[in-house]
């Protein structure tokens, strides 16, 4: 069965629809790409999920539906979300930060510093003084001290230093390898997604126009719908 299913799911902000018909499932275990170009409506799909903008159309996660549940009763169903633009609390140390995100499971301030070691060493700092790669390595580190069972990572290297993105991709590698954590990411570097997702689902304008392995996302199909 799909820990997450979509099924023409529409969203509108105000007058303004951003999601026409999105539809798409997410097995245990299974890392799934969220692609389009910009504006195709990634984060809108997100946000539905998470219960941050009002959606139609059926959104299930382990038999369950999300629609009309408030965004902090669908992260305590097991969904962590890493949003776009590196939420920490600023004031907070590295650690506070942490314990303020946890609940119980296998991840724990140990686990998390094994993955990210820059954490494990800044674990007293306040978080406003971690650079931008730092703190998106705590932003993930809260959803993961969430101990969710999906993953949803928005633009998670976006903007970051070429050395500090790698380093979360490997993260990202070693969860799918180690963890079996199921993730569904939002990113548009393709050579990266190829190291760790399994599938692909292509927006456009609101609907999910291509849907297959993601070996199968020839250069013909990225030229055509993610314009690269
Ligand atoms: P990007 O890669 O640029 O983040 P995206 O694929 O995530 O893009 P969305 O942010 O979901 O796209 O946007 C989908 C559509 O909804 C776009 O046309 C966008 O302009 C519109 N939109 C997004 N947020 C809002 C908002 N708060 N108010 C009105 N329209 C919005």
Not at 2 to 12: E, G, K, R, W
Not at 52 to 81: E, K, N, T, Y
Not at 118 to 127: K, N, P, Y
Request: proline content about 4%; aromatic content about 4%.
């Amino acid at each position: 069965m799909s820990l997450l299913s979509l099924d023409t799911v529409t969203a509108s902000y105000g007058a303004t629809q951003a999601l026409f018909g999105v539809g798409f499932d997410v097995a245990e275990g299974e890392v799934v790409a969220l692609m389009g170009r910009n504006g195709m409506g990634k984060t809108t799909t997100v946000k539905a999920i998470c219960g941050m903008v009002r959606a139609g159309g059926s959104l299930m996660f382990d038999g369950m539906p999300l629609a009309g549940r408030p965004s902090h009763r669908i992260a305590r169903l097991g969904i962590g979300l890493v949003p776009e633009g590196r939420r920490v609390f600023r004031d907070l140390s590295v650690e506070e930060n942490l314990r303020a995100a946890a609940r119980p499971g296998d991840w724990t301030l140990q686990r998390l510093a094994d993955l990210f070691p820059r954490l494990g060493e800044r674990r007293g700092q306040r978080a406003a003084s971690l650079s931008g790669g730092e703190q998106q390595m705590l932003a993930i580190g809260r959803a993961l001290m969430t101990n969710p069972r999906l993953l949803i990572l928005d633009e998670a290297t976006e903007g970051l230093a070429p050395i500090v993105r790698q380093e979360i991709w490997a993260a990202l590698t070693g969860l799918k390898r180690d963890g079996g954590l199921t993730i569904l990411i939002v990113d548009k570097g393709l050579r990266e997604l190829a190291r760790v997702a399994d599938r692909a689902v292509i927006l456009e304008r609101g609907r999910d126009v291509w849907t297959g392995d993601f070996d199968a996302l020839s250069p013909e199909i990225a030229v055509r719908h993610l314009g690269v």
